[in-house]
């Protein structure tokens, strides 16, 4: 069986990437925010469960933030990365399974994850332009926020 896709490939890389969380539910909107608000086509792709979490300094997530560092600086040297967005989501399963927490609080360390991720990210990488979002639930959409970092 084969298949021909019929998105146009371009080979021009727009030196950004994204991470965030792997749970596909959410996944065509990190692409629509990201391409469309954030006009970042093809922008280069981070996803693991939790996202930015698993920089954010959780013994839980030592093994995956170990991997994460290889897969940034990699990105760095060859992909030429200049600009790196963090994505959080309301209700993540990594913050309610792996982390037992549950909201409000849940939120309120996803928030704090993201500077501690902004600052890890900077660190490793030596890129200044780090940014971050939250995705809130609104019914069937899907509200990013900008969180400071
Ligand atoms: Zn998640």
């Known amino acids: 069986m084969t298949y021909q896709s019929t998105v146009r490939y371009d080979s021009s890389r727009i030196h950004a990437a994204a991470m965030y969380c792997s749970d596909g539910r959410l996944g065509e909107h990190f692409d629509d925010f ?4 954030l006009n970042l086509p093809r922008y ?14 959780h013994p839980q997530a030592h ?26 989501h309301q209700g993540c399963a990594f913050y309610s399974s792996r982390l037992e927490l549950k909201e409000p609080r849940l939120e309120l360390v996803q928030r704090a994850d993201l500077v501690r991720a902004a600052a ?19 019914g069937d959409r899907v509200r990013f926020e900008r969180v400071e970092v």
Do not use: M, W
């Open 120 to 138: 890890f990210v900077h660190r490793v990488t030596g890129l200044g332009a780090i940014e971050a979002y939250f995705a809130r639930l609104e």
């Open 63 to 88: 093994l995956e933030e170990e991997g994460v560092v290889d897969e940034l600086k990699f990105l760095v040297d060859v992909h030429k990365l200049r600009r790196i967005v963090l994505l959080a």
């Open 34 to 37: 990201l391409q469309n608000s």
């Open 44 to 57: 280069d792709r981070l996803c693991l469960p939790g996202g930015p979490a698993c920089v954010a300094g």
